[in-house]
């Protein structure tokens, strides 16, 4: 391992950034066998196949795919190669995507989140993650949008509870509010959650709606703190990691490996954990500049990042 966590290392392969301090709050490092591979890390070297073996190789427990590669292989096939290598799904990505310009495109995402509930059912994902989705095309109504968002999930609910399939609503940055999310904090999401599985007060939520915290999305939001307390055990159904860089050269593919930015992940582990999660953490990277690299010195790096820098 390198000697400190930060931009500048052996292992950063944007160059030319200048070394920052890298001193974090006193923390244990993480559980190794807590590191879960989101596939799309690596989604340009490697199928679901190559994904899953190199897992075992790495001695990384858990993986995330991508309902792209999921097709490719098969969720049957899949779910066979997920048992012989032992491999827990942390999530299956993506479900979501509901607004829509009319009645038929809204069926059509319902119908497509039905798919994916059964998809994740078949692999044994511990939660479907949903991007919700942005204004559709032509529209300047976001109210309308996420209204749209809270009626899609209301029709696809009760189907995700008799498939024993936790949905996880993925807020978003802001900056993707017009195309991907429109649900871009985590108590919006939360509220989300409130109305379609409200709880008695001083009950528990159910646990079949909850949210997936990525460190990329919600590292800048002043009331996460506040957030993650009313989330409680029960609606933490993801964390996913990486970094924030800066520069950011592209607004969607230039993710930071866990280190190389500014999100102060320790800290933030903490308070996610603090609040009850005890799950996987799963390393996202969306970089078209890792995607450059060779995939098992990518899976080295990650693996050696989350304990040092996470």
Same mark, same amino acid.
């Given at each position: 391992?390198?000697?400190?966590?930060?931009?500048?290392?052996?292992?950063?392969?944007? %160059?030319?950034?200048?070394?920052?301090?890298?001193?974090?709050?006193?923390?244990?490092?993480?559980?190794?066998?807590?590191?879960?591979?989101?596939?799309?890390?690596?989604?340009?070297?490697?199928?679901?196949?190559?994904?899953?073996?190199?897992?075992?190789?790495?001695?990384?427990?858990?993986?995330?795919?991508?309902?792209?590669?999921?097709?490719?292989?098969?969720?049957?096939?899949?779910?066979?190669?997920?048992?012989?290598?032992?491999?827990?799904?942390?999530?299956?990505?993506?479900?979501?995507?509901?607004?829509?310009?009319?009645?038929?495109?809204?069926?059509?995402?319902?119908?497509?989140?039905?798919?994916?509930?059964?998809?994740?059912?078949?692999?044994?994902?511990?939660?479907?993650?949903?991007?919700? %989705?942005?204004?559709?095309?032509?529209?300047?109504?976001?109210?309308?949008?996420?209204?749209?968002?809270?009626? %899609?999930?209301?029709?696809?609910?009760?189907?995700?509870?008799?498939?024993?399939?936790?949905?996880?609503?993925?807020?978003?940055?802001?900056?993707?509010?017009?195309?991907?999310?429109?649900?871009?904090?985590?108590?919006?999401?939360?509220?989300?959650?409130?109305?379609?599985?409200?709880?008695?007060?001083?009950?528990?939520?159910?646990?079949?709606?909850?949210?997936?915290?990525?460190?990329?999305?919600?590292?800048?939001?002043?009331?996460?703190?506040?957030?993650?307390?009313?989330?409680?055990?029960?609606?933490?159904?993801?964390?996913?990691?990486?970094?924030?860089?800066?520069?950011?050269?592209?607004?969607?593919?230039?993710?930071?490996?866990?280190?190389?930015?500014?999100?102060?992940?320790?800290?933030?582990?903490?308070?996610?954990?603090?609040?009850?999660?005890?799950?996987?953490?799963?390393?996202?990277?969306?970089?078209?500049?890792?995607?450059?690299?060779?995939?098992?010195?990518?899976?080295?790096?990650?693996?050696?990042?989350?304990?040092?820098?996470?």
């Amino acid at each position: 391992m390198s000697a400190a966590c930060g931009p500048g290392g052996a292992d950063e392969p944007r %160059g030319g950034i200048a070394d920052r301090a890298a001193a974090q709050p006193a923390s244990a490092p993480p559980p190794a066998e807590r590191l879960s591979l989101n596939t799309a890390t690596v989604r340009e070297q490697w199928n679901l196949r190559q994904m899953i073996e190199a897992c075992g190789r790495h001695g990384i427990r858990g993986i995330a795919p991508w309902r792209d590669k999921l097709d490719e292989l098969g969720a049957a096939q899949a779910a066979r190669l997920l048992r012989q290598h032992d491999l827990t799904v942390s999530g299956l990505c993506r479900g979501g995507m509901f607004p829509a310009a009319d009645a038929a495109g809204r069926r059509a995402a319902i119908d497509d989140n039905r798919r994916a509930i059964d998809d994740a059912a078949t692999i044994g994902a511990r939660c479907l993650v949903l991007v919700v %989705g942005g204004i559709p095309a032509g529209s300047k109504d976001l109210p309308g949008a996420r209204q749209m968002v809270i009626d %899609g999930i209301a029709a696809v609910l009760d189907h995700a509870r008799e498939s024993g399939v936790p949905l996880a609503i993925e807020p978003l940055h802001p900056m993707y509010c017009a195309d991907r999310a429109c649900v871009n904090t985590l108590d919006q999401a939360l509220d989300i959650c409130d109305v379609l599985d409200p709880h008695l007060a001083g009950g528990r939520p159910s646990g079949a709606i909850g949210v997936a915290v990525d460190a990329y999305h919600v590292w800048w939001d002043p009331n996460l703190p506040r957030a993650l307390e009313r989330a409680r055990p029960e609606r933490l159904l993801a964390y996913h990691i990486c970094d924030w860089l800066v520069p950011t050269t592209d607004l969607l593919l230039d993710r930071g490996m866990m280190g190389d930015g500014v999100i102060d992940l320790p800290a933030l582990r903490g308070m996610v954990e603090g609040h009850g999660y005890r799950g996987f953490h799963e390393v996202e990277i969306l970089s078209t500049r890792w995607w450059r690299r060779d995939p098992d010195e990518v899976l080295r790096i990650a693996r050696e990042r989350h304990l040092r820098c996470s």
